[in-house]
Antibody, heavy 120, light 107 residues
Framework: EVQLVESGGGLVQPGGSLRLSCAAS????????MNWVRQAPGKGLEWVSY????????YYADSVKGRFTISRDNAKNSLYLQMNSLRAEDTAVYYC?????????????WGQGTLVTVSS | DIQMTQSPSTLSASVGDRVTITCRAS??????LAWYQQKPGKAPKLLIY???SLESGVPSRFSGSGSGTEFTLTISSLQPDDFATYYC?????????FGQGTKVEIK
């Protein structure tokens, strides 16, 4: 069974940093590209970042470019999101999501999410 | 970025109703469109991909159609478990974008 479990969320002050993790199991992690998607309270879904299976290709949404860094450790079956210079508008539930394995950004599996709150 | 616009934003319907949600793209995305269902406090769940392909395990009352810039998600006979928010998502480019969501409420 595919499982994605996020951790690392919490309360942080504006300008602060936080590192999210996503532990993957139930599939060959190194064969799939991964994504972070966020959802502000009461709002819709916003794609944040993409990383290919080998980490050779990385993309970011304009809203986080230069502040967030996505990475992965295939030996540890883990995905990460380093978030720096956090702003109030970064407050959201952050989901990690796996693609469908067919080279398409169809998000077949999602974690349960971790809440990040940016507030003083 | 490709903008995705869903309509309506909210839909009130009864059990057994046929429900249709529309998603329009700001430019052609061929058939690179997915639909997700999200219930409160839960992660989204993939329903449809490639505009009309049903994800494994999803009930056949869900169907998708369209290509280019206009797409629809249809629920043929609304069930109690279907009251949720639905999102479309384009994956024509790596800069994935979602529609703003359509909430299906009990009438």
């Amino acid at each position: 069974e595919v499982q994605l479990v996020e951790s690392g969320g919490g309360l942080v002050q504006p300008g602060g940093s936080l590192r999210l993790s996503c532990a993957a199991s139930g599939f060959t992690f190194s064969s799939y590209s991964m994504n972070w998607v966020r959802q502000a309270p009461g709002k819709g879904l916003e794609w944040v970042s993409y990383i290919s299976s080998s980490s050779s290709t990385i993309y970011y949404a304009d809203s986080v470019k230069g502040r967030f860094t996505i990475s992965r450790d295939n030996a540890k079956n883990s995905l990460y999101l380093q978030m720096n210079s956090l702003r109030a508008e970064d407050t959201a539930v952050y989901y990690c999501a796996r693609d469908n394995g067919m080279g398409q950004l169809v998000l077949s599996y999602w974690g349960q999410g971790t809440l990040v709150t940016v507030s003083s | 970025d490709i903008q995705m616009t869903q309509s309506p934003s909210t839909l009130s319907a009864s059990v057994g109703d046929r429900v249709t949600i529309t998603c329009r793209a700001s430019q052609s995305i061929s058939s690179w469109l997915a639909w997700y269902q999200q219930k409160p406090g839960k992660a989204p769940k993939l329903l449809i991909y490639d505009a009309s392909s049903l994800e494994s395990g999803v009930p056949s009352r869900f169907s998708g159609s369209g290509s280019g810039t206009e797409f629809t998600l249809t629920i043929s006979s609304l069930q109690p478990d279907d009251f949720a928010t639905y999102y479309c998502q384009q994956y024509n480019s790596y800069w994935v974008t979602f529609g703003q969501g359509t909430k299906v409420e009990i009438k």
